[in-house]
């Protein structure tokens, strides 16, 4: 299981959250799409 905590100062409430983050999330698909590893654990995001 990997923990994506994003520390973007820009996320004031919940629907700030996909807007401030869409780039981790399509990187995490695209991994998982071509069979790449997402390292576990938890990980800081921007």
Same mark, same amino acid.
């Given at each position: 299981? $990997?923990?994506?905590?994003?520390?973007? $100062?820009? =996320?004031?409430?919940?629907?700030?959250?996909?807007?401030? $983050?869409?780039? *981790?999330?399509?990187? *995490?698909?695209?991994? /998982? /799409? /071509?069979?790449?590893? =997402?390292?576990?654990? *938890?990980?800081?995001?921007?």
């Amino acid at each position: 299981m $990997t923990i994506f905590d994003s520390q973007n $100062t820009g =996320i004031n409430k919940h629907p700030d959250v996909a807007p401030k $983050t869409i780039y *981790a999330q399509v990187m *995490a698909i695209n991994s /998982l /799409l /071509l069979g790449l590893e =997402i390292p576990v654990g *938890a990980l800081s995001i921007p």
